[in-house]
């Protein structure tokens, strides 16, 4: 995938969305995605990196448990043939669920 290919993927989601971080107070209404590149796992031999293997966490924060749409998320993730880890969390400060989808990707 390329980082246009992955932000396309994102948008057709459906939901609101930003790389990383919305503007202080600029987060719309929920549900909404960040995502971001937290690092690269590359392949290499010979002093050269061979693979870009690109991290990418989304996350997806909802104020109650959506499976409807959970589903509708990982099966975007799979039409783009993405492997992804699922873990959730409810973030009592700020009263809404963050659903965390791990993924790798080869970048070109």
Not at 10 to 31: K, V, W
Not at 62 to 67: A, H, Q, S
Request: charged share 20%; no cysteine.
């Amino acid at each position: 995938m390329t980082y246009e290919q992955i932000a396309t993927m994102i948008e057709s989601m459906g939901l609101p969305y930003a790389y990383h971080a919305f503007p202080n107070n600029g987060a719309p209404e929920l549900p909404y995605i960040v995502f971001n590149y937290p690092s690269r796992d590359d392949f290499g031999a010979d002093n050269f990196n061979y693979v870009h293997i690109e991290n990418v966490d989304i996350e997806l924060y909802t104020e109650n448990k959506d499976f409807a749409l959970e589903s509708s998320i990982e099966s975007v993730l799979e039409q783009n043939g993405l492997f992804y880890s699922k873990s959730v969390m409810y973030l009592q400060t700020e009263y809404m669920y963050e659903i965390l989808y791990e993924v790798q990707t080869v970048i070109k």
